[in-house]
């Protein structure tokens, strides 16, 4: 429940049985444990691990030969064309090539190509069952094998193996291990002795010193061979006078519980690596604590590992150090949370002990105060809190002030402990039968203390009893905090926060109001009081509350702990982990609710295994020497912000597979995928062993994604509807410090164009589409000429039905009339002047009866004994007098028969055309040019007059005048095209083109175009 305000803290305690005086033994520093077992895909009996220059993680196995990339295991089968040999693998090793020998638990060694290829490398020695391979910088590969005569070393030169151990005088006996130094020399362990072969040397030398049951070797950073026997680890030390080496002491004894497989590791900081069955995993660092002061031994427990039986190691090329067992793979990564759980020996106890505590940091001196229930300690300066107190009176709670005073709370009363109240003590009051408190605070020379007795004041030497709210007369604070005047702010959990003023409490922020919710911590930062709370953060300036909800900033989730250190820097312990953020962003952000606010957070996967606080103190405190302390219910950590580990080594990028259409094709160069391929997917992998789990990329399919693609840490792309093409696919990644690898990984493949996604369909596509499009246009021009040639027919047989009833009616009447006028006329006698009248009279009707009879013969025919060209020629003359203009007619193509309606409308426009060419363009020169085409029929008129002015030729008209708009017009009901323009060099030009299917008289009409006609509805009459 949040009243009640214990801080459960754990504190590890942990001292080995059996180290000597010179060690330290303390928890493990800087590195964070993982462990893969077979839940996760990991292989298990792991005999050997190696990583090769590309980045993966090979283990050998007694299932076989395994790649891991940080997040799965890939078991790597060998081709059956290899001769007989043991799934087993027992002995790994790299070559400076990137080769990888794999020695067989029978059937002697297969060597990996860097390209993938298997080989056999068995030539000169029979089968064997490989224990350990070694490779020196100039590729010289050493194996130590088990067979039938015993164990033998050989080496690899020219192509095959020459056994060893005759030619160099190894004694005959098992190898515990064996190591090619940087130098290139050769060294061996063996039961009872430590060899070695310098290069160049014919023989082996020996080690001067007493060597029982040896086992491995291991070569620190700074070029010194260490070695593992019976007695423990020690170095070889050379003799400066060319003496032989010789054997140092231990720097470390191992328990008396056998080790049944001989490992030993070297780390990036010159420690050494060991599993210990009756402790754990042992790090020995013989230069921390200094020339002549021993070795500093941290150990790891042997029951948090996958399994006891620990059979190989390896250091990758990120730091992180890993422990094959039987049950899986154990992983210890340099810790980006440097601090680490805070070992305490609490008076030899031998097991470790969960209580209650605090921690507060105020004094003087800077120092850290821990108090856990039955101890008492004090963190400054070093890694490990001292030991004030230690016993079962040691309740907590901790409080003090700026001048050095810290006051624990213990069973029966308040003990200075700090600076300058060292050794003070105040009694618990006489009528408190339970003292049992929940915290306390400093407010000038006043000593405040909440508990089950409610709230008690200590000052003057009296103590004294206050009620926060009548409501609750026996609540206590669950938080308390003196502000910058002295003055006690105490928040009453699930009511409100009140403040002392004078002799009472005011309240100043309910419950209700609060978007916080609960409140946890009060912190003050100059005059202003931080406010941790449940859902978020708080900053009261003695007016106004200004809050940061969780929902806005998620980081402030459960915030149990606050400090602000001088660098500007603002540190949080929330639910997430441990928050840096800068104090002037949280300020601004206070100012201005919802500005962005740049934070690291340092959680789990930082080594911060638990970041849950207690509630109603702050759980951060900032030590003299710049490290946080954090109270947690896991234990207490300290954390260096000057030293942070970071990750910078990008991490190696791989393309792992491309999938398409159910088929995985081979990861390579000139990649080509099946015809019609539209969907594929790409799995693609980083290798990063230090956090998998935290490594970004980025992705982009060329062609396809404009610009980078951000997945977040997801390993796999997934692309739809690709058409034919060539595609380039790069991915790119990050580490769990942001640090990216920039060149990444990419692959070019091809998608084949299937025939209808081809170059040569598209062609016979859009030829197809042309085609089809010049075929519609045909028929749709043929549609307007035959709905043009209906309409033109139909005026025909109207202009013939006009010229029947003119020609039955109105010239037969009048025909009628002037028979019965002439009848009138010859009764008249000649001698009168109406005789002479009414015979001129009847001459005038003549004409016109036979001028009606030639206007009627023009309406029922066009004439068919004179062509075109004949009646513009008239016209011409008719039109154009020959001694003023020069008329030259033209006539080009086979002359064919013309529509009637066509040629009469032709006649109309030549008729307007010459006639203004006679009275307005004052031509010296006119042609008339006639072509018969095959397409088309086309008249054209041109003159050297004065030409159209311009704007008369944009309007296509001028005012008041008909004869251009009647042209026009004319050109339109016939379905022909005409252009009126000034000619090239003066004159006008008039061009009108008819479509032969409207033109021609004789114009074909086949079968297929009289069902054409019947099927768009146009079959006309030809009259």
């Known amino acids: 429940m949040r009243g009640i305000r214990f801080l459960i803290l754990g504190l590890i305690l942990l001292a080995p049985a059996g180290a000597f005086a010179q060690q330290v033994v303390r928890a493990m520093p800087f590195y964070?444990?993982?462990?893969?077992?077979?839940?996760?895909?990991?292989?298990?009996?792991?005999?050997?691990?190696?990583?090769?220059?590309?980045?993966?993680?090979?283990?050998?196995?007694?299932?076989?030969?395994?790649?891991?990339?940080?997040?799965?295991?890939?078991?790597?089968?060998?081709?059956?064309?290899l001769p007989p040999r043991s799934d087993m693998v027992g002995a790994l090793a790299v070559d400076p090539a990137g080769n990888l020998w794999i020695g067989h638990d029978w059937g002697g060694i297969t060597l990996m190509q860097r390209d993938?290829?298997?080989?056999?490398?068995?030539?000169?020695?029979?089968?064997?069952?490989?224990?350990?391979?070694?490779?020196?910088?100039?590729?010289?590969?050493?194996?130590?094998?088990?067979?039938?005569?015993?164990?033998?070393?050989?080496?690899?030169?020219?192509?095959?193996?020459?056994?060893?151990?005759?030619?160099?005088?190894?004694?005959?006996?098992?190898?515990?291990?064996?190591?090619?130094?940087?130098?290139?020399?050769?060294?061996?362990?063996?039961?009872?002795?430590?060899?070695?072969?310098?290069?160049?040397?014919?023989?082996?030398?020996?080690?001067?010193?007493k060597f029982v049951n040896g086992g491995a070797l291991a070569e620190t950073p700074d070029h010194r061979i260490w070695v593992q026997d019976a007695s423990g680890v020690r170095a070889i030390a050379v003799d400066a006078r060319g003496g032989p080496p010789h054997l140092e002491a231990p720097v470390y004894r191992q328990s008396d519980k056998p080790i049944p497989w001989q490992v030993m590791l070297t780390d990036a900081r010159g420690a050494l690596w060991m599993p210990d069955p009756g402790r754990g995993i042992v790090r020995i660092d013989p230069t921390f604590a200094g020339p002549g002061a021993g070795a500093t031994i941290n150990i790891f427990d042997m029951r948090a590992v996958t399994s006891p039986s620990i059979r190989s190691g390896l250091r990758d090329r990120e730091g992180n150090i890993w422990f094959g067992s039987d049950a899986g793979l154990d992983r210890f990564r340099p810790s980006t949370f440097s601090g680490t759980r805070a070992a305490v020996d609490t008076a030899g106890a031998n097991s470790p002990q969960l209580g209650y505590g605090s921690l507060v940091q105020r004094s003087s001196d800077g120092s850290v105060f821990i108090a856990a229930f039955g101890s008492l300690f004090q963190a400054?300066?070093?890694?490990?809190?001292?030991?004030?107190?230690?016993?079962?009176?040691?309740?907590?709670?901790?409080?003090?002030?700026?001048?050095?005073?810290?006051?624990?709370?213990?069973?029966?009363?308040?003990?200075?402990?700090?600076?300058n109240n060292r050794g003070a003590r105040i009694a618990a009051p006489v009528d408190t039968s339970v003292w049992l408190t929940l915290g306390c605070e400093i407010a000038g020379d006043q000593i405040w203390v909440a508990g089950a007795p409610g709230l008690?004041?200590?000052?003057?030497?009296?103590?004294?009893?206050?009620?926060?709210?009548?409501?609750?007369?026996?609540?206590?604070?669950?938080?308390?905090?003196?502000?910058?005047?002295?003055?006690?702010?105490?928040?009453?959990?699930?009511?409100?926060?009140?403040?002392?003023e004078g002799d009472h409490f005011v309240k100043i922020w309910d419950q209700a109001d609060m978007p916080i919710r609960f409140i946890n911590v009060l912190v003050r930062h100059g005059s202003e009081i931080l406010i941790g709370g449940a859902m978020g953060m708080a900053r009261y300036d003695g007016k106004r509350f200004a809050v940061l909800p969780r929902d806005t900033y998620p980081a402030?989730?459960?915030?149990?702990?606050?400090?602000?250190?001088?660098?500007?820097?603002?540190?949080?312990?929330?639910?997430?982990?441990?928050?840096?953020?800068?104090?002037?962003?949280?300020?601004?952000?206070?100012?201005?609710?919802?500005?962005?606010?740049?934070?690291?957070?340092?959680?789990?996967?930082?080594?911060?295994?638990?970041?849950?606080?207690?509630?109603?103190?702050?759980?951060?405190?900032?030590?003299?020497?710049?490290?946080?302390?954090?109270?947690?219910?896991?234990?207490?950590?300290?954390?260096?912000?000057?030293?942070?580990?970071?990750?910078?080594?990008?991490?190696?990028?791989?393309?792992?597979?491309?999938?398409?259409?159910?088929?995985?094709?081979?990861?390579?160069?000139?990649?080509?995928?099946?015809?019609?391929?539209?969907?594929?997917?790409?799995?693609?992998t980083a290798l990063g062993f230090s956090n998998p789990g935290r490594i970004g990329f980025r992705y982009r399919l060329s062609g396809i994604d404009g610009q980078w693609v951000d997945p977040g840490t997801r390993r796999q792309a997934i692309y739809t509807n690709l058409g034919p093409g060539n595609y380039r696919f790069q991915v790119i990644a990050a580490n769990e410090d942001g640090v990216w690898n920039r060149a990444g990984a990419s692959l070019a493949f091809t998608i084949p164009p299937t025939f209808v996604q081809s170059r040569l369909f598209l062609f016979l596509c859009v030829a197809a589409a042309l085609l089809a499009a010049m075929v519609l246009l045909r028929l749709w021009m043929r549609l307007m000429s035959a709905r043009i040639r209906g309409r033109i027919e139909e005026r025909l047989h109207e202009r013939e039905r006009i010229a029947r009833e003119i020609h039955d009616t109105l010239l037969q009447s009048v025909q009628g009339l002037i028979m019965r006028f002439h009848n009138i006329a010859e009764d008249i006698p000649a001698s009168q002047p109406a005789h002479r009248e009414m015979l001129d009279a009847l001459d005038s009707a003549d004409a016109v009866v036979i001028e009606g009879r030639d206007r009627v013969h023009e309406l029922r025919r066009w004439s068919d004994t004179h062509s075109l060209s004949d009646v513009v020629a008239r016209t011409a003359e008719r039109?154009?007098?020959?001694?003023?203009?020069?008329?030259?007619?033209?006539?080009?193509?086979?002359?064919?028969?013309?529509?009637?309606?066509?040629?009469?409308?032709?006649?109309?426009?030549?008729?307007?055309?010459?006639?203004?060419?006679?009275?307005?363009?004052?031509?010296?020169?006119?042609?008339?040019?006639?072509?018969?085409?095959?397409?088309?029929?086309?008249?054209?008129?041109?003159?050297?007059?004065?030409?159209?002015?311009?704007?008369?030729?944009?309007?296509?008209?001028?005012?008041?005048?008909?004869?251009?708009?009647?042209?026009?017009?004319?050109?339109?009901?016939?379905?022909?095209?005409?252009?009126i323009a000034s000619a090239h060099g003066g004159g006008t030009e008039i061009d009108i083109m008819v479509p032969a299917e409207i033109a021609y008289a004789d114009q074909a009409r086949g079968p297929w175009r009289r069902w054409w006609r019947r099927l768009v509805g146009t079959e006309a009459r030809d009259g």
Request: glycine share 12%.
């Open 556 to 684: 402030f989730d459960e915030v149990g702990g606050i400090a602000v250190d001088p660098k500007g820097l603002t540190w949080l312990l929330t639910r997430r982990g441990l928050v840096r953020l800068k104090t002037a962003a949280l300020e601004q952000a206070f100012d201005h609710p919802g500005r962005p606010i740049e934070m690291r957070i340092f959680g789990s996967d930082d080594g911060l295994d638990d970041s849950s606080t207690a509630f109603g103190s702050n759980n951060l405190a900032l030590a003299a020497d710049g490290r946080l302390w954090l109270g947690t219910t896991n234990g207490f950590y300290w954390f260096d912000p000057s030293h942070l580990y970071r990750n910078m080594l990008a991490p190696p990028v791989v393309i792992r597979s491309l999938t398409a259409r159910g088929v995985a094709y081979p990861v390579r160069a000139g990649l080509a995928l099946r015809k019609g391929t539209t969907e594929l997917q790409i799995d693609y």
């Open 116 to 209: 993938g290829r298997f080989r056999d490398m068995n030539a000169g020695r029979p089968y064997a069952s490989v224990a350990q391979i070694a490779v020196d910088r100039a590729g010289t590969v050493w194996a130590a094998a088990d067979g039938a005569r015993g164990m033998s070393l050989g080496r690899f030169v020219d192509r095959k193996w020459a056994l060893m151990n005759a030619r160099i005088g190894l004694p005959a006996g098992n190898f515990g291990g064996i190591l090619v130094a940087h130098d290139g020399t050769l060294w061996i362990s063996q039961t009872d002795r430590v060899v070695f072969l310098p290069p160049g040397a014919g023989r082996v030398r020996s080690v001067v010193g």
């Open 879 to 979: 039109l154009l007098p020959s001694d003023e203009v020069e008329t030259r007619l033209v006539v080009e193509g086979q002359p064919r028969a013309l529509h009637p309606v066509i040629a009469d409308e032709l006649l109309r426009i030549t008729d307007e055309a010459l006639f203004n060419v006679a009275r307005h363009a004052h031509a010296r020169e006119v042609e008339i040019a006639i072509v018969y085409g095959a397409r088309a029929l086309a008249l054209r008129i041109t003159d050297n007059g004065v030409g159209i002015a311009p704007e008369i030729a944009a309007r296509g008209e001028r005012a008041g005048h008909f004869g251009l708009l009647g042209m026009r017009e004319r050109a339109a009901k016939i379905g022909a095209q005409i252009a």
């Open 32 to 81: 964070q444990h993982s462990a893969f077992t077979r839940e996760a895909g990991a292989p298990t009996a792991v005999w050997t691990m190696a990583q090769t220059p590309d980045g993966y993680l090979w283990i050998g196995a007694i299932d076989g030969l395994f790649r891991f990339d940080g997040v799965s295991f890939e078991h790597i089968r060998l081709p059956r064309n």
């Open 380 to 419: 400054s300066g070093s890694d490990v809190p001292r030991l004030l107190q230690y016993g079962a009176d040691q309740r907590g709670p901790l409080c003090a002030n700026d001048r050095g005073d810290v006051w624990l709370v213990s069973q029966a009363a308040l003990q200075g402990i700090g600076p």
């Open 456 to 500: 008690l004041r200590y000052g003057h030497g009296t103590w004294s009893r206050f009620v926060m709210d009548p409501q609750f007369p026996t609540a206590s604070p669950q938080s308390m905090l003196s502000d910058a005047q002295g003055r006690l702010l105490g928040y009453l959990g699930n009511k409100a926060l009140y403040r002392f």
